[in-house]
C-alpha cells in the first residue's frame, strides 16, 4: 500500500514489469539410434562434427544396415546441427576383456559408465575390459607394471642349489659403507635386506637369476628401518662385491646344509637394474618400458600415510593394429597411479588416482575390474602378498614385519604394504559384435525400441528432431519403427520425426509407378501427426570409407535442411524449395518422381525429393504427416508454433509461484507481447492477441492456483502453389482494360 501524502507533493514509485524474458530456444538437436560399432551402449552422447562421431561410435562398416545408421548420422551433421547418438543393445554383444589372472571370459557384458559403477565393480570376471562391447578391441594389449623388483641378480646355484631360492624368501648381505653426504665418519654397518619376487632358473647354473625387491636395512644395533631403492647406491641396492645370504621365512640360511651358512657373489658381477630390462610385452614391437617413463615409486598420498608400493604404470596398445593400422601404436599412457583406493593427486587435488577410478574416469579404451569380495585380492596379491617375515627380534641376517597389513590391491593408503604384480601384459580377448544375420550389424527392432526410448523424456533429454535413419528387416518392422518415434514426438509435443520409407520400397525396385504405389501402401497406416514429416527418399552418396557408392536413406537429410533453415533463416521458413531445400552429398536418388506421381504422393502427406539439372536433389514439399487440413499440415507452421511455445513455456516457468494478481500478469504480457512482435517483424505471424487478465484469470481459475493466458496467433503460410496466367491480346488493347478480368 502506497503511503498517503498529507502535504502536497510528488510521489514516485517503481513498479517492475521486466522480470523474466522469452527467448528463442530451439537448438538444432537431432537424435538417432543405431547398431554402431564401438562406443557406449544406451546412453545418448552428443556429437558435434563426423571426426567426433568416428572418434565415439567408429566407422562405417560395409553392411547395409550399419553403414546406413553411420551415413545417416554422418549426413545431418554436415547441416550444422548436434546430434545425440544412442548405440543400441543387443543380446549378444560382449566386451574384450582379461578375465581372472590372464585369462579371459567370454560372456563379459558391459554397457556404459554407469552400468560399469553399479553393476561390475564387484564382478571377479575380469581384471581388464574394453570400454564398450565389440570385437573392435580384440587383440588390444593393457601393460601393466609396478615396483615389484628392483634388482636382477645373476647366481651360480651349483654350490648352492635351486632349493635356497624361492618367491617370497630373503636376501641378505653385510653393510660397511660410507653413507652419501656423512664422509669416511659416517660408516653405516649391518645388513641390506630384500626379498625374492621372482626366479628365472637355467640349465646352466650360471645363468640362472633371481628378482629382488628391496626391504630394508638393519644396523649393527638391529634397528631395522625400510628404504627405497635406488640405483648404484650401496646402503640402499646390492653391490656386485658383496657376500649374499639367502634366507627362508624363519630366517635360516637356505644354502645346502642345515649348519653351513651359504652365500654368493653375482654371477659375473651381474646385478641389473629391473626396470631398464623390463618390455611391454608385445608381439610386434619391442618398446622397453623406461622409454616410456621412470619406474613407478610410491605415491605422496600413501607415503604420508605409511604405506608403500602402491605406484603403477599403466599402457593401452594397439599390438596388431587392428584399431589404428599401425602395429604396436600406444594409444593410452596412465602414469603414476596407486593401488590405494583413497589416493588422490598430491598435484591436482582432488583427482582421482586409484587405477579403477582413473581408468573409468580418463582413460577411452578399457575399464579396469577387481573383486572387493575375496581377500586377499586374487587378480593382485600373488607376487608377493607381504614384504616380510616374523623372526627372532634382532636377528641381522633374518626378515622381519615391515608391514602386517595384508597387501593387496584395492585398500586404503593408510599404513599398508601393497602387493606387486611386476611388469604383465594383458590381452583383450573374446569381443563380440551383434547378433550375425543379412546384411551384417543389425540390431533386432525391440532393441531398436528401447533405445529410442532414451529420448522419451523432454525433462531429462532437449531433442528437437528424432531422426529415423534406415527401417527394419521387413516393411512391417520399419513401420513399427516408424509409428515408435511418431509417438515420441506427439508424446513431447516440443520436437519433430523425420520418417523414411522402407528400403525395400525404393532400393532396385526399377519400375517408379511400382515405387509411388509402394510408397503410398507404407504410409498409409502410419498415424496422423502434425509432430511427424515423411518424405520419399533414398539418396545414392559416396562413402570415402568403404571407397564405393551406397544407398543411404535422406530422412536425416530432412532433419538437417531443417537445422539450416533455422541457422540461415528462421524455424518458421519452409525448409523445401530452391533457396532452403538442397541436400548435401547426393550422386542422384534411388526415386525420383515424376510430377503426375507427386500429384499422388503429395495428398498422402509424402514429401517428394527431386532432382532438378542445374539445381541439384531437391525437397519438393513441405507438409507434416497430418491427415486433415489444418494450419498444422505443414512444416513451416508447426515448427513456428514449436518455437514460440518453447520460449513461451520457459517464460512462464517464472511465474509459478507468483502472486496471481495484475502485475503478475502484466509482467507476463510484458514477455510475451514483445517476443511476438519480433517473431511478426520476422515474418513468421501476421498477427497475434494476448489475453492474460481477470477475464481469465477468474475467482475460480485464482482459487484453484492456476494462472492463464491465452495467445492467438495468425501464422504466415509457406507458397505451395503458383498460377500464371498468361493472356493473349489484340494488338493496341491496355493491359489494364482486362485486369481482374479473366
Not at 395 to 404: E, I, K, Y
Not at 418 to 430: C, D, Q
Request: charged share 20%; hydrophobic share 35%; glycine share 8%.
Amino acid at each position: 500500500m502506497a503511503t498517503p501524502q498529507l502535504s502536497p507533493g510528488v510521489l514516485v514509485r517503481e513498479v517492475d514489469l521486466t522480470v523474466g524474458r522469452a527467448d528463442n530456444v530451439l537448438d538444432n538437436i537431432g537424435a538417432i539410434a543405431g547398431p554402431f560399432r564401438i562406443g557406449p551402449v544406451e546412453e545418448a552422447i552428443d556429437i558435434s562434427t563426423e571426426q567426433e562421431l568416428i572418434n565415439t561410435f567408429g566407422k562405417p562398416l560395409s553392411t547395409d544396415t550399419q553403414y546406413e545408421y553411420w551415413m545417416s548420422a554422418s549426413n545431418f551433421l554436415s547441416y550444422g546441427g548436434v546430434l545425440k547418438v544412442v548405440r543400441q543393445a543387443d543380446d549378444n554383444l560382449r566386451n574384450a576383456n582379461a578375465g581372472v589372472g590372464i585369462a579371459s571370459t567370454s560372456v563379459l557384458k558391459v554397457y556404459n559408465y554407469d552400468d560399469y559403477q553399479n553393476n561390475h565393480t564387484t564382478d571377479a570376471s575380469f581384471t581388464y575390459a574394453a570400454k564398450n562391447p565389440g570385437s573392435w578391441a580384440d587383440k588390444l594389449k593393457v601393460c601393466y607394471i609396478d615396483d615389484a623388483a628392483d634388482q636382477i641378480i645373476g647366481i651360480n646355484t651349483t654350490n648352492l642349489g635351486l632349493s635356497g631360492f624361492q618367491i617370497g624368501y630373503g636376501v641378505t648381505a653385510a653393510l660397511s659403507a660410507v653413507q652419501p653426504g656423512i664422509g669416511t665418519t659416517g660408516i653405516f654397518t649391518g645388513a641390506l635386506k630384500g626379498i625374492i619376487t621372482g626366479v628365472n632358473t637355467s640349465s646352466t647354473a650360471s645363468l640362472s637369476t633371481i628378482e629382488v625387491k628391496i626391504v630394508s636395512q638393519v644396523s649393527s644395533a638391529g634397528t631395522e628401518t625400510r628404504i627405497s631403492y635406488a640405483e648404484g647406491n650401496g646402503l640402499k641396492s646390492f653391490d656386485a662385491s658383496d657376500a649374499i645370504f639367502p634366507v627362508n621365512n624363519a630366517g635360516i640360511n637356505t644354502g645346502n646344509g642345515a649348519d653351513a651358512a651359504k652365500s654368493f657373489t653375482p654371477v659375473a658381477l651381474s646385478i641389473k637394474d629391473w626396470y631398464d630390462q623390463q618390455t611391454l610385452g608385445l608381439d610386434n614391437q619391442t618398446i622397453f618400458w623406461k622409454t616410456i617413463a621412470p619406474r613407478p615409486t610410491t605415491n605422496v598420498y600413501v607415503s604420508d600415510r605409511q604405506g608403500y608400493n602402491d605406484g603403477i604404470h599403466i599402457v593401452v596398445a594397439d599390438d596388431t593394429g587392428s584399431v589404428t593400422g599401425i602395429r604396436g601404436n600406444i594409444l593410452e599412457k596412465h602414469l603414476s597411479l596407486s593401488k590405494a583406493n583413497d589416493a588422490i593427486s598430491n598435484v591436482n587435488a582432488p583427482q582421482r588416482i586409484y587405477y579403477k577410478d582413473y581408468l573409468a574416469d580418463f582413460s577411452e579404451n578399457i575399464y579396469a575390474g577387481y573383486n572387493v569380495s575375496l581377500a586377499p585380492d586374487l587378480h593382485h596379491g600373488t607376487i608377493p602378498r607381504a614384504t616380510g617375515f616374523s623372526t627372532t627380534s634382532g636377528d641381522a641376517s633374518a626378515f622381519v614385519a615391515v608391514s602386517t597389513a595384508d597387501g593387496s590391491f584395492s585398500q586404503d593408503a593408510q599404513d599398508v604394504t601393497f602387493s606387486a604384480i611386476g611388469n604383465v601384459t594383458y590381452p583383450l580377448l573374446n569381443g563380440l559384435d551383434y547378433t550375425t544375420v543379412v546384411g551384417g550389424m543389425k540390431g533386432t527392432l525391440a532393441d531398436s525400441m528401447r533405445a529410442y526410448d532414451l529420448f522419451s523424456n523432454r525433462d531429462e533429454i532437449e531433442v528437437d528432431y528424432l531422426i529415423m535413419g534406415p527401417g527394419c528387416d521387413t516393411e512391417s518392422e520399419s513401420q513399427a519403427k516408424a509409428e515408435k518415434l511418431i509417438s515420441i514426438a506427439g508424446q513431447r509435443k516440443d520436437c519433430m520425426a523425420v520418417i523414411g520409407p522402407h528400403r525395400g520400397n525404393l532400393v532396385n525396385v526399377t519400375n517408379s509407378n511400382d515405387q509411388t504405389d509402394n510408397l503410398i501402401n507404407y504410409f498409409s497406416t502410419l498415424s496422423s501427426s502434425s509432430y511427424a514429416v515423411f518424405d520419399s527418399g533414398y539418396k545414392y552418396q559416396f562413402d570415402r570409407f568403404n571407397n564405393e557408392f551406397r544407398y543411404v536413406p535422406a530422412n536425416a537429410d530432412v532433419a538437417g535442411l531443417m537445422t539450416r533453415t533455422s541457422i540461415v533463416a528462421f524455424p518458421w521458413f519452409s525448409p523445401a524449395g530452391q533457396q532452403r531445400g538442397v541436400i548435401n552429398n547426393a550422386v542422384k536418388l534411388a526415386y525420383n518422381p515424376s510430377k503426375a506421381q507427386r500429384d499422388r504422393l503429395y495428398p498422402q502427406r509424402i514429401n517428394s525429393f527431386i532432382t532438378k539439372p542445374g539445381v541439384g536433389t531437391l525437397l519438393f514439399g513441405d507438409k507434416t504427416a497430418l491427415g486433415y487440413a489444418s494450419a498444422f499440415d505443414r512444416i513451416n507452421v508447426r515448427r513456428l508454433f514449436l518455437t514460440i511455445e518453447q520460449a513461451l513455456e520457459r517464460a512462464a516457468e517464472a511465474q509459478l509461484f507468483e502472486l496471481n494478481d495484475e502485475l503478475t500478469r502484466a509482467n507476463f504480457r510484458n514477455i510475451v507481447e514483445p517476443f511476438l512482435r519480433d517473431v511478426q517483424a520476422k515474418r513468421g505471424l501476421f498477427g497475434f492477441l494476448v489475453v492474460c487478465d481477470s477475464s481469465n484469470n477468474t475467482p475460480d481459475v485464482i482459487d484453484n492456483n492456476e494462472f492463464r493466458a491465452d495467445i492467438f496467433l495468425k501464422p504466415t503460410k509457406s507458397i505451395n502453389y503458383i498460377t500464371l496466367t498468361f493472356v493473349a491480346t489484340r494488338t493496341g488493347i491496355s493491359f489494364e482494360e482486362v485486369v481482374g478480368r479473366v
